[in-house]
């Protein structure tokens, strides 16, 4: 592995820092405001309209993509290529990931239907995500059963004719709020006898189906998050059997391919996230001053400056291990990296933010600075594609495999 980045990733990380430079940082305020002053927490504002037609503008769309494809603006990076740009991404997280064209969960969507769906599926709404035009859901968790264990899925699909039936709830269904929300991908079983992991299928079902009723929009540590997270009621929501996507039994071997890029993506976010709260516990301790002195000079802060920085650097360097893992032999083969970096960036950004926030005093649990929000989406992500648990049993059963057969070899 070579640390220094390719030119083609140095080329596009001085246009990201540009455009966030230029037209992403200057917009958050102006996100805000028209938030607040639309009234409505899961309004589409028009900012970020503007900010994606300068994105595409400046070739900036769809860098996630892995796939060549000069008609959407793809230019096929590599996932090592891709992680610096997704990081600096990650320092406004509410606008710059979707600016272009780059925010969870339509990135996964969109590398889903890409491999597993029909030319019906890929022109009715893989076309549109790609150009932005619309936006789409993954409903997988449910409120019911431990859905770090996707083999508890109840969600029942079940065959009748030409289509299936589907019944069940699902909840924190990301992006399904959103304005623009045209489509869900959702998991169940169709099957409830077959082997464990072959019961589980996933299908395209249009959001706006008779029979799907949004209960509500879930808060995350009490923020409603503009694209939403829902509570979902399906009952007996009818799809043509063209609706299932690879085939029968496969929604689990989906879920796989769909969460390790997802994973490592917010990965570098989280990286992101951590810098731009060093950045700011830099400022805040430059500016203010408590019995005489600079907040800067005292031993405690410049420890936590100090650990930030090593925190943050050792944790990139794993993140960019793990995606030249993934480039080179393949998500499977990087399945403990990503399992790593999944625990691994969360933890380290939301020490570094928790420090940033106390820096601020007050003002930082308060919405005058991103911090709260960091915090708050940082400690969530400790549970959502996976929870930490799920990852360490991953790492273990992978450590003691390897000391039994350490030990069979010497014997």
């Known amino acids: 592995m070579h640390f220094e980045l390719s030119d083609t990733a140095k080329e596009y990380q001085e246009k990201v820092l ?3 430079d ?3 940082y200057p917009a958050e305020e102006v996100y805000h405001r028209q938030m607040a002053e639309s009234g409505n927490p899961n309004f589409h504002p028009p900012v970020l309209e503007e900010l994606k037609a300068e994105a595409k503008k400046r070739g900036l769309w769809n860098l996630f993509h892995p796939h060549k494809d000069e008609a959407w603006g793809s230019p096929g990076l590599s996932n090592l290529d891709y992680a610096p740009l997704a990081e600096i991404m990650g320092r406004s997280p509410h606008l710059a990931p979707e600016a272009m064209n780059c925010n969870a969960p339509d990135t996964g969507n969109m590398e889903v239907l890409q491999l597993f769906g029909t030319e019906e599926h890929q022109e009715k709404y893989l076309k549109p995500l790609l150009a932005g035009e619309i936006a789409s859901a993954f409903c997988m968790t449910e409120p019911a059963v431990a859905s770090s264990d996707a083999t508890n899925v109840e969600l029942s699909m079940t065959a ?8 069940g709830r699902k909840w924190f269904a990301s992006n399904a709020l959103h304005a623009n929300c045209k489509v869900l991908i959702v998991m169940g079983k169709t099957n409830f006898e077959a082997e464990t992991h072959r019961q ?13 009723t949004i209960v509500r929009g879930l808060p995350v540590f009490g923020y409603l998050d503009r694209e939403g997270h829902a509570e979902i009621l ?5 799809v043509p059997k063209t609706a299932l996507l690879a085939g029968e039994g496969d929604g689990f071997m989906i879920s796989q391919a769909r969460l390790g890029p997802g994973r490592i993506h917010h990965a570098m976010r989280s990286i992101g996230m951590a810098e731009r709260a060093l950045d700011l516990m830099i400022a805040r301790a430059q500016s203010r001053t408590t019995f005489g002195q600079p907040v800067s000079t005292r031993s405690n802060i410049q420890d936590w400056i100090a650990e930030a920085r ?3 650097e050792a944790t990139r360097l794993l993140v960019f291990k793990t995606a030249w893992l993934m480039d080179t032999v393949g998500n499977q083969k990087a399945r403990i990296e990503i399992a790593a970096i999944k625990i691994k960036a969360p933890e380290m950004a939301l020490k570094i933010i928790d420090r940033a926030i106390q820096v601020h005093g007050g003002g930082g649990v308060t919405d005058d600075f991103p911090l709260a929000s960091f915090y708050a989406h940082q400690r969530t992500l400790r549970i959502a594609d996976g929870p930490d648990e799920v990852h360490k049993r991953t790492l273990a059963r992978v450590e003691l495999r390897r000391m039994e057969s350490e030990t069979a070899a010497r014997a």
Do not use: K
Request: hydrophobic content about 50%; aromatic content about 8%; overall charge negative.
């Open 18 to 20: 540009a455009f966030m």
């Open 22 to 24: 230029e037209h992403v």
């Open 160 to 167: 009748d004719g030409d289509e299936y039936v589907l019944n």
């Open 200 to 212: 589980q299928s996933m299908m395209v079902v249009p959001i706006d189906a008779p029979g799907i």
């Open 234 to 238: 399906f009952e007996d929501v009818r």
């Open 310 to 312: 090593i925190e943050i």
